[in-house]
């Protein structure tokens, strides 16, 4: 996949998830700002849609757990499992698993009309703290070197890669890293037009840069990284578990009572 076309797909990501809380919060806002008891939302012409047994309530549902459970399960076997090794590349495979997760979150929070109590109260809560503990992981994640299909990268292999580009940064355009006494490229710049390297090349000599500069930052801050890391699953797994745990119950509850929604009416 190419940089261009992967920028694109994870800017409509975000788009798609943006784009649902903005048409929900408008279409529902009159609904939902009211007081979650007393008369005023039963009196209001969307109850019926938007509660959470309603047509559209449901649905949200509906649709926001499968799009959790997709994500979910799918990133795991993709991880996990032998048989789907070639599947794609896991880097693609987690970012759909947090597109997918962070859409179904946002359905779910609607579904709940904002009216939270009682067992669902834990579940949902759950899911809050493994949406937002997601987002802290997918940070620390990406701090971590390491290759396209996801293996993490050794302190070796990341010398090795810094110190291939500090080569071709010396090599190429006379560029001493060691010897930089700043991070601004202005100033780099002039050492560059003083020896007539052409100006196509100053981007790719400020990309070289920055990825030598990240590299050095990361390198540094390995060993904290990867600790934190394995401190965040701590958090991560055991919620996540509750939550599908609690949404099981839910879901045989509601079919018990026979909220089918579209399905076997």
Known sequence: MSKFFHGLLLTLYTL?????????????????????????????????????????GHGLGV??????????????AR?????????????????VHIFLCSLGFVLVTFHTSFKFGGLISIGYWSLTVVFLSGLVGRFIYIQIPRTIEGRELSIREINDYKAQLDNELNEKFDIKVSELKTGRFSEIKL???????????????????RNERRLRWRIKRLDRLQKLFKHWHVIHLPFALI????????????????????FFK
Do not use: C, Q
């Open 79 to 95: 991880k996990r499992m032998k048989v789907f090794a070639r599947w794609g590349v896991l880097k693609y495979w987690l970012e």
């Open 191 to 209: 050492k560059l037009i003083s020896k007539k390297i052409p100006k196509k090349d100053y981007r790719k000599v400020r990309r070289l840069l």
């Open 243 to 262: 939550m599908l745990i609690i949404m099981v119950i839910h879901v045989g509850v509601a079919l018990y009572f026979g909220y089918s929604w579209i």
């Open 16 to 56: 798609v998830v943006i784009a649902a809380i903005v048409w929900l919060g408008y279409i529902g806002f009159t609904y939902y700002k009211l007081p979650v008891e007393g008369a005023g939302r039963l009196d209001h012409p969307l109850n019926e849609l938007l509660k959470p047994n309603g047509f559209i």
């Open 63 to 76: 649709v926001g757990t499968l799009l959790i459970v997709i994500g979910l399960f799918a990133y795991m």
